[in-house]
C-alpha cells in the first residue's frame, strides 16, 4: 500500500509563508503525477498544484498563481509546496495526491488514487 505523508502545516500571519513536503514510500508514480489539494471546513476539496513527472509539467490553480510554488524531486519521491504572501483564504487542510491522471482530471481528485492525511495550514490576520 502506497503511503503518502505530509509535513510543513502550521500557524502563519497573513503575509508569511509556508513549505509544505509530501514524501510517498513507492516509486510507482515515475510516470504519473502527483499534486496538492485542499479542503476548507464546509467546502469542497480544491485544486492547487500539480506535476507530471513525465514530462516535469506543472499546473497551478489561478488562485495561487504568483504566490505558490511547486516543485519536486522524482527520484526521492517528494513533492514540495512553497506557498509566500499566503492569505486568510488559504485556511484549509492540505492533501497531497498521486496517481495516473488523465488530461481530463490533472486537476481533479478523481485523477488522484492515493492521498496523504492532510496537514492544516492556519493564516491568520
Known amino acids: 500500500q502506497v503511503q503518502l505523508i505530509e509535513s510543513g502545516g502550521g500557524l502563519v500571519q497573513a503575509g508569511g509563508s509556508l513549505r509544505l513536503s509530501c514524501t510517498a514510500s513507492?516509486?510507482?508514480?515515475?510516470?504519473?503525477?502527483m499534486a496538492w489539494f485542499r479542503q476548507a471546513p464546509g467546502k469542497e476539496r480544491e485544486f492547487v498544484g500539480t506535476?507530471?513527472?513525465?514530462?516535469?509539467?506543472?499546473t497551478l490553480a489561478d488562485s495561487v498563481k504568483g504566490r505558490f510554488a511547486i516543485s519536486g524531486d522524482k527520484d526521492k519521491n517528494e513533492l514540495y509546496l512553497q506557498m509566500n504572501s499566503l492569505k486568510e483564504e488559504d485556511t484549509a487542510n492540505y492533501y497531497c495526491?498521486?496517481?495516473?491522471?488523465?488530461?481530463?482530471?490533472?486537476?481533479?481528485?478523481?485523477?488522484?488514487?492515493?492521498w496523504g492525511q492532510g496537514t492544516q495550514v492556519t493564516v491568520s490576520s
Open positions: 495526491a498521486a496517481g495516473y491522471p488523465i488530461t481530463s482530471t490533472w486537476t481533479s481528485p478523481h485523477g488522484y488514487r492515493y
Open positions: 506535476i507530471r513527472w513525465a514530462t516535469g509539467a506543472r
Open positions: 513507492d516509486r510507482a508514480f515515475s510516470r504519473g503525477a
